[in-house]
């Protein structure tokens, strides 16, 4: 440990005012940033182009040898055919929603109420919610060794429940396997195995454990005090619908730009058989395709567009991830709390990252496209060759697509701590990362304890939205709530109830996302804490009192707000 600024290498005496690093920074990643804006200015000189030149109709409407649109109003080929039928299932699902709107947006609001209350929870109940968790799965693999004891001792004395595995030989029917003796022994000693390391992981990682929960309730005190953070979500899902819609109507008008060509059909032997010719001519329509310039690149200008939406997809994810961080650290690095931190601090997080960080959200963003496009186009390939008798081609494409599944993977678990060292620090992309990585290296079991106990309390925090919500929504559409049933609203009962239950999915993701995002940057904020001060005078820590006590340390005549 060094007497220095831990955030500019300045020799420094500690000044209570100090309110964090986050502050010192210019901008990074620059080449990047042009980059970005570049790509982006090609992607909407694409969409341009593809909207001048594609029809949406030919997706919509089928045509006729002549290249008539069917199904359209005034036309000849207006009637019976699936467009009309498609139409009038669409304008009867659009009377359902217009007669239920409000009570899905009822059923949504309740699906905000509950992961706000499961959230408020976790501060008081994290500690109980954590230890219970814990005693159920003890239990549950105590219960299973107990009825895999049962089951060999049931089996005992039984004619042919003494054959081993090895002389059963493969069997495709796994129910052969459960009437021997030696399949409920493996089950019960594996189990036992289990049961045994769970309590030896507790007696020895009780301490971290501790630190877990302590992080948790602090990550909801956080949000407490940080209530807009819950709510930038909605700017993330509206800047995703953005870029989804914009490279579906750019992939449908790329798709649909082709031309009509017109060929002579001819049974007998003609010179013009088969030519090109005008539909004003004795020709029929053949198909639509084209031959300039533009035709020719729409392949390459498909792909543009699928890479350009990957990495746009990726940048408002990012945004997010570093707009959430820098606003949680400036509560940690708040050494009174709350009273030193910022105001708004999410809004200023988002003016700093828009600010300084574009180049390295763009960066981490264009590595992580790149995977997903080359994800693309091993599974395009693996769907060509379904019918190949390659067997090894086939097994080298698996290889590859679990091979860059499990890259994509680790690049957004290292994307994600590298933003937060980006909102922390300021600095580039490759430098957050690197800092990142080795940080947690050094703190490995921490983080794994600290994100399968995070993880865990999410999953029971969304299944708990998702359920009530659900289950409310499944007994008033069906009726089964008399006082509140409509009968004028039942078209598409299972509709309603996807609709709810998605809707529920993604506020209760939403939310919880944020709260994600908080445990994680107020655990790098700690690791960071534990490995730059000393709890001196002039190097105090910055975490809570109740982490404090835990590691059994404290700061020497200053003393920190919890």
């Not at 790509?39 to 997706?59: E, M, N």
């Not at 954590?130 to 105590?142: E, H, T």
């Not at 031309?259 to 004795?282: A, G, I, L, Q, W």
């Not at 820098?326 to 601090?345: M, Q």
Request: aromatic share 16%; proline share 2%.
């Amino acid at each position: 440990m060094h007497n220095f600024n831990v955030f500019t290498g300045e020799p420094r005496k500690f000044d209570p005012t100090f309110k964090g690093p986050i502050y010192n920074r210019g901008c990074t990643d620059i080449l990047c940033c042009i980059l970005f804006i570049l790509a982006l200015l090609g992607y909407f000189a694409v969409g341009i182009l593809a909207w001048s030149q594609g029809d949406p109709r030919k997706v919509i409407y089928p045509t006729d040898s002549k290249g008539q649109f069917c199904g359209q109003v005034g036309s000849p080929l207006e009637k019976s055919n699936a467009v009309v039928e498609a139409r009038a299932v669409a304008m009867r699902i659009f009377e359902d929603y217009t007669q239920s709107w409000h009570w899905i947006l009822l059923g949504l609001v309740i699906a905000m109420l509950v992961s706000l209350i499961f959230i408020l929870l976790l501060r008081c109940l994290a500690g109980v919610m954590v230890w219970v968790m814990i005693i159920m799965v003890i239990i549950v693999i105590g219960y299973g060794i107990f009825h895999c004891y049962m089951q060999y001792a049931s089996l005992k004395g039984q004619a042919g429940s003494d054959v081993t595995i090895k002389d059963l030989g493969l069997q495709t029917d796994f129910s052969v396997y459960l009437q021997i003796q030696q399949t409920w022994l493996a089950f019960m000693i594996i189990l036992c195995i289990v049961e045994a390391v769970i309590i030896l992981l507790l007696i020895f990682l009780r301490k971290r454990l501790l630190i877990a929960i302590a992080l948790i309730k602090e990550a909801s005190k956080a949000i407490g005090h940080v209530m807009s953070s819950l709510f930038y979500p909605l700017l993330t899902f509206a800047l995703l619908f953005l870029v989804i819609a914009y490279w579906a109507i750019t992939a449908v008008f790329l798709s649909t730009s082709s031309e009509p060509v017109y060929k002579v059909f001819n049974t007998t032997e003609c010179m013009y058989s088969r030519d090109t010719c005008k539909p004003e001519v004795s020709c029929l329509f053949a198909f639509y395709g084209g031959e300039t310039l533009y035709h020719k690149y729409l392949i390459l200008f498909q792909f543009y567009n699928l890479f350009l939406f990957f990495w746009c997809a990726n940048f408002v994810t990012a945004l997010g991830q570093v707009t959430l961080a820098g606003a949680f650290a400036s509560y940690y690095w708040a050494f009174k709390k709350p009273d030193d931190i910022p105001a708004y601090p999410v809004f200023n997080s988002l003016g700093r990252a828009l600010r300084y960080h574009t180049g390295s959200l763009a960066f981490g963003s264009l590595i992580l496209a790149i995977v997903q496009v080359i994800r693309v186009i091993l599974e395009y390939l693996d769907q060509k060759l379904k019918g190949a008798q390659n067997k090894c081609a086939k097994f080298l494409l698996s290889c590859l697509k679990c091979c860059f599944w499990c890259l994509e993977k680790c690049i957004k678990f290292l994307n994600r701590n590298a933003y937060i060292m980006v909102a922390i620090y300021g600095k580039n992309f490759c430098t957050s990362a690197k800092d990142a990585f080795f940080l947690l290296m050094r703190n490995i079991v921490r983080v794994a304890v600290l994100d399968k106990v995070t993880d865990f309390l999410l999953f029971l925090g969304k299944l708990l939205v998702v359920g009530i919500v659900g289950i409310c929504s499944f007994f008033f559409f069906t009726g089964k709530i008399k006082i509140f049933y409509q009968s004028n609203c039942n078209n598409y009962i299972s509709l309603h109830l996807q609709t709810v239950v998605f809707g529920a999915y993604l506020i209760a993701h939403g939310f919880f996302s944020v709260y994600a995002m908080c445990v994680d940057t107020l655990f790098l904020c700690f690791l960071e804490d534990l490995e730059r001060n000393d709890g001196t005078a002039d190097r105090p820590y910055f975490m809570p009192e109740r982490l404090l006590s835990i590691l059994k340390k404290s700061n020497e005549g200053v003393k920190t707000v919890d």
